[in-house]
């Protein structure tokens, strides 16, 4: 057979699917896994896919000698020592000028260690988030590569054929930057996904909770609110989820779901990042937070029993306009789960120099990805109008929104806290945004507080300089 051009190792589901979605766009693919039943899985699913030019083999050798020169490789494994295992697997049979690209949910600074590690050895090497789920893969994900140029330069005619494609807007995939800026980007990417799911699971249990909304009726209210400004995949599927109807018994099969999320670390990973950045980050830390509360399922139904009671309120509801509230609400919580994120990565990209071009990551995120969104096209104009946009919050048309918006939004919050509906990415979103609009926060009591007890000084507003008082001496010498 002539050499293939382009090699993938690593054939669970998402491995299989960006394999076959590269076959059909018509590059030659070797794929290779070390379970081999996995190989010839993927081989008997190209052929009845379309007879699509994959090619499996059962060891490594074969496997890279079956690519072109210069070769390239993807790899989707588990993040972590697995990778560590794939490239030495892979290695000892590459050559220099060949490539090796980690597609998986990666920790960003292993990236770049193994950037490094393989520019010794005369390889390159990229690290590129994939995210879209099984089906992007197979159909066109959002493609986020960073690390060598020449690398990316290598593989960019496919990427750009293979990545989903947004009408007006182009392939949703881009060259983000050096070192491990591409898993970086995707990490964060997830970040604002757990926010955006748990802002959408707040509206839920808040039309069920307190407006009463049956299955049915949430199905007809999130459908209609994905033809407007939430036009988005997530909100898409849930209206799907609601008209699901139980096979193994009664009833919908949302309700029979287990209320505990499971989550594989990027989530964490972000919140740990953006502390350290010191960039507030509360949305996507409250759904963090919710994730490992959901996650005490035990104890919750414990504390049910010790904290009886009726946590209603008696005031009435109108669900019209109930709907229209928690609509603008989601909308504008979503807004601020955004800005954090933006924030996270343009304040990671000012520290290690890469140059990241915020507006270009939403245009590669309107398609293919878990928070494709239609919203992602104001917020690429947001920062065309101005790249050094300090906040999304304070772009105009978004300031605009929101204050059309917050009246709602503290109905919404206050109805929740009123019912014993917790509301934690909402009301944290609402915090940020009215701690970021205010001119003056009480953190001058917090930091006259550390100067009493730590003396760790404090500044004034009406002269500049470090000051520090004896704020101890001057209080007791006053009884």
């Keep these: 057979m002539a050499l293939t051009r382009i090699g993938l190792a690593g054939l669970a589901v998402m491995g299989q699917n960006l394999a076959l979605n590269i ?15 996995k190989v010839d899985e993927t081989v008997q699913r190209a052929k009845i896919e379309g007879n699509l030019p994959l090619y499996g083999f059962h060891d490594p050798a074969s496997f890279v000698n079956s690519i072109q020169k210069p070769r390239v490789v ?40 193994r950037e490094k590690e393989m520019q010794e050895r005369g ?65 964060v990417h997830n970040g604002i996904e757990y926010g955006d799911m748990q802002l959408i699971a707040e509206a839920y249990d808040v039309l069920k909770s307190v407006g009463k909304l049956t299955n049915s009726e949430l199905q007809q209210v999130f459908a209609e609110w994905n033809k407007g400004e939430l036009l988005s995949f997530l909100v898409e599927i849930t209206a799907d989820i609601f008209g699901i109807k139980d096979d193994q018994g009664e009833g919908y099969l949302v309700d029979k779901v287990l209320d505990k999320t499971g989550m594989k670390g990027t989530g964490k990973w972000t919140v740990q990042q953006a502390a350290e950045l010191s960039v507030a980050a509360p949305t996507i830390e409250a759904s963090l937070d919710s994730r490992f509360l959901s996650g005490l399922k035990d104890e919750r139904v414990a ?40 924030n996270i990565i343009k304040a990671k990209s000012t520290e290690k120099g890469w140059g990241l071009n915020l507006g270009e990551l939403a245009r590669i995120w309107k398609g293919g990805c878990i928070i494709r969104a239609s919203f992602l096209d104001r917020i690429k104009k947001a920062y065309d109008r101005n790249a050094e946009l300090a906040n999304l919050l304070i772009d105009p048309e978004f300031a605009q929104e929101i204050m059309d918006r ?5 109905r919404v919050v206050c109805l929740a806290i009123n019912n014993g509906v917790s509301t934690p990415g909402m009301s944290a979103s609402l915090a940020y945004f009215d701690s970021y609009r205010r001119d003056r926060l009480p953190a001058n009591l917090v930091q006259a507080q550390r100067d ?28």
């Design 23 to 37: 076959a059909e766009k018509g590059f030659p693919i070797s794929v290779y896994n070390r379970t081999t039943s």
């Design 74 to 113: 993807i790899m989707l494994v588990k993040a972590g020592a697995p990778v560590d295992q794939t490239i030495a697997t892979l290695a000892a049979h590459l050559e220099q000028g060949d490539c090796i690209i980690d597609g998986g949910n990666e920790w960003y600074e292993n990236t770049e260690r």
């Design 123 to 187: 390889l390159l090497y990229l690290g590129m988030g994939v995210s879209g789920g099984e089906e992007g893969a197979r159909h066109g994900p959002s493609m986020m590569p960073g690390g060598s140029v020449e690398a990316y330069q290598y593989i960019e005619d496919i990427l750009l054929k293979v990545s989903a494609q947004v009408p007006d807007s182009g392939p949703c995939v881009t060259y983000i930057g050096k070192g491990g800026s591409g898993n970086f980007v995707k990490m």
């Design 303 to 342: 504390a049910s029993k010790i904290f009886q009671g009726d946590y209603t309120s008696d005031e009435p509801v109108d669900k019209a306009q109930l709907i229209e509230d928690v609509r603008k609400a989601l909308y504008a919580s979503k807004i601020c789960s955004y800005a954090q994120g933006m």
């Design 406 to 410: 917050q009246a709602a939004w503290r």
């Design 452 to 479: 009493y007890f730590g003396a760790h000084t404090y500044e004034r507003v009406d002269m500049p300089g470090s000051f520090h008082t004896e704020w101890y001496k001057i209080a007791n010498s006053k009884i």
